[in-house]
């Protein structure tokens, strides 16, 4: 399956690479990495699309984990493909 993780982080230094080595421990393989930091409160928006065969409840708790991650919402986009005519 694949996933969009929507992510804020803390801009932090390594913050991006404690991410990334957190979805591979838990096997989830990154294909795609995209953010900008927000105008407003200085937090790094990112979004990351994940290929994986376990549940994605359990990279989102383990996101959740790391200090700089303020929050993450995972999005399955197989499911929204299969939805659309």
Do not use: H, N
């Amino acid at each position: 399956m694949r996933y969009r993780l929507d992510l804020v982080l803390k801009p932090a230094e390594g913050a991006l690479t404690r991410v990334i080595g957190m979805a591979e421990r838990r096997g989830f393989t990154p294909q795609s990495i995209s953010g900008e930091p927000a105008p407003v409160d200085g937090r790094w928006r990112l979004q990351m699309v994940v290929d994986g065969q376990r549940p994605p409840e359990t990279l989102r708790l383990q996101m959740q984990k790391i200090y700089d991650c303020d929050a993450v919402e995972i999005t399955a986009l197989d499911a929204l493909a299969e939805v659309r005519p």
